[in-house]
Nanobody, 121 residues
Framework: QVQLVESGGGLVQPGGSLRLSCAAS????????MGWHRQAPGQQRELVAT???????NYADSVKGRFTISRDNAKNTVYLQMNSLKPEDTAVYYC???????????????WGQGTQVTVSS
């Protein structure tokens, strides 16, 4: 079994920063792309950023220049550094990982339970 556990969410004022972390654990054989999605109240879930195992990144236009995704392959962990936060960044942030575990033997898209980020004065 594989689990993704996020941490680092919270309440921050506009213009502030937060750093989210997500650690994958379990019977992991390999991890391909990892990423972050978010869902605001009443809205559809949207992609925020992704990073491949080789370090190639992709960002939503709404966060380019403000958010940075990174990963530590040795720790099976992905991070999201969020700067210059805006009220419209308020959402539940979900970590994702394309992971092959020893039990299943094929790659599967795992999701974390989500962490709340609230940007408000």
């Amino acid at each position: 079994q594989v689990q993704l556990v996020e941490s680092g969410g919270g309440l921050v004022q506009p213009g502030g920063s937060l750093r989210l972390s997500c650690a994958a654990s379990g019977s992991i054989f390999s991890i391909n792309t990892m990423g972050w999605h978010r869902q605001a109240p009443g809205q559809q879930r949207e992609l925020v950023a992704t990073i491949t195992s080789g370090g190639s990144t992709n960002y939503a236009d709404s966060v380019k220049g403000r958010f940075t995704i990174s990963r530590d392959n040795a720790k099976n962990t992905v991070y999201l550094q969020m700067n210059s936060l805006k009220p419209e960044d308020t959402a539940v942030y979900y970590c994702t990982g394309d992971i092959t575990d020893y039990g299943m033997g094929f790659e599967y898209d795992y999701w974390g339970q989500g962490t709340q980020v609230t940007v408000s004065s």
